[in-house]
């Protein structure tokens, strides 16, 4: 049976409707209702979290994989979303998660205390909230983030960005990481393939940047036809070098045809390094491409001498230039990020975990 967990972002209309504030889709809702991301319901004139403690599964992934590259290179990271989204993207890579409206999708069950023992005990540095978007479960998501934090493990945000100001003040207080997806630059784009607002997305950036101590990279999903242009590519990270810095490390990754994109071919390897070669022409230091076998292109270079500072191949660390600073060992140049000293040697392994090994006794390690 789904627990109802209360929630505070949201507030009672004049025509009786409860209005969710915790996006800016602002779903209005009559009893019995859900809003457009199917977890957050109004049950007795209130509104709720119906999936807290449920998710669809948890596994061991790369930090690589989410995508960071520079926040704890080489180190697992135990992974896991629930059901649900709250944006339209008819492109979505993980739509059998995300557009599920469906409870039986939420197979496993854990508090956050016992995420954290299982991320202790499997040696995981972080936990990520993935796969959907963890904004529309954020209290159980922070939740988990306070107990990891007890045990010295960070937390992960995958996310699109979709917040509105107040709630999203509360979770990234909780949030070491995130890599935003900045899915175009273009409102004609987030309006007829997302159903959402670009400058919604743009606020949530600037926002982490320049509010918060979160490290944060980008993902941009490159998908031919639709937001692959010479003049896109320019303007997003030309954005991005003016507006957050270039510092801030960008992802350009290979769209394969999914969900309601059947028939929009993959996108070309060349495509992505011309948006590398853009991006990098417009001053940012660090800008990889991904999904596809690109190891010089998926390594990090120091921004001063140009010395390969961290080798990958895949989602494997093959080399490590780096001080226990953060420094390039041949000119002392700091690279941006979070390293460890040494890198971790997790791979592209992916593990699936069962919570139940890990579940903790109820009482007292369980209330809140």
């Not at 709250?86 to 979505?92: A, D, H, V």
Request: with cysteine; proline share 5%.
């Amino acid at each position: 049976m789904v627990t109802a967990f209360p929630t505070r972002y949201w507030r009672a209309l004049d025509d009786g409707r409860l209005q969710c504030d915790v996006c800016p889709r602002h779903c209005r809702l009559a009893e019995g209702q859900q809003g457009l991301c199917f977890v957050r319901a109004r049950q007795d004139d209130a509104i709720v979290l119906t999936t807290y403690g449920r998710s669809s599964g948890f596994c061991i992934d790369p930090i690589e994989k989410k995508p960071l590259n520079h926040f704890l290179p080489g180190s697992s990271v135990l992974s896991f979303g629930t059901a649900g989204c709250n944006l339209n993207c008819k492109f979505c890579q993980n739509w059998d998660i995300s557009k599920s409206r469906e409870v039986d999708t939420l197979a496993d069950q854990a508090s956050p205390e016992t995420l954290a023992r299982a991320a202790q005990a499997l040696g995981c540095r972080s936990v990520a909230y993935t796969y959907n978007d963890p904004v529309i479960f954020m209290e159980y998501a922070i939740d988990v983030a306070q107990a990891c934090r007890a045990q010295g493990i960070r937390s992960v945000a995958v996310t699109a960005g979709y917040i509105c100001p107040e709630p999203r003040q509360e979770f990234y207080r909780h949030m070491d990481a995130a890599n935003v997806d900045l899915k175009a630059f273009t409102e004609k784009f987030y309006w007829t393939l997302t159903n959402s607002h670009l400058e919604a997305v743009l606020d949530t950036l600037r926002y982490i940047r320049h509010e918060t101590t979160t490290w944060l990279e980008i993902t941009n999903l490159v998908i031919p036809g639709e937001n692959d242009s010479d003049r896109e590519f320019d303007e997003m990270t030309g954005w991005i070098a003016e507006n957050l810095g270039t510092e801030v490390p960008v992802h350009f990754t290979a769209f394969h045809p999914d969900y309601k994109l059947t028939e929009t071919p993959r996108t070309p390897h060349a495509t992505l390094i011309r948006a590398r070669s853009i991006a990098i022409e417009n001053g940012l230091r660090y800008v990889y491409v991904g999904n596809v076998e690109d190891v010089g292109r998926g390594s990090t270079y120091c921004h001063g001498c140009g010395a390969r500072l961290i080798g990958r191949r895949g989602y494997l660390v093959t080399d490590w230039a780096l001080t226990p600073t953060g420094r390039c060992r041949h000119c002392g140049c700091v690279c941006a990020g979070v390293f460890p000293e040494p890198p971790g040697q997790w791979g592209g392994r992916r593990q699936v975990v069962r919570l139940r090994d890990f579940q903790v006794e109820r009482g007292a390690a369980d209330a809140r």
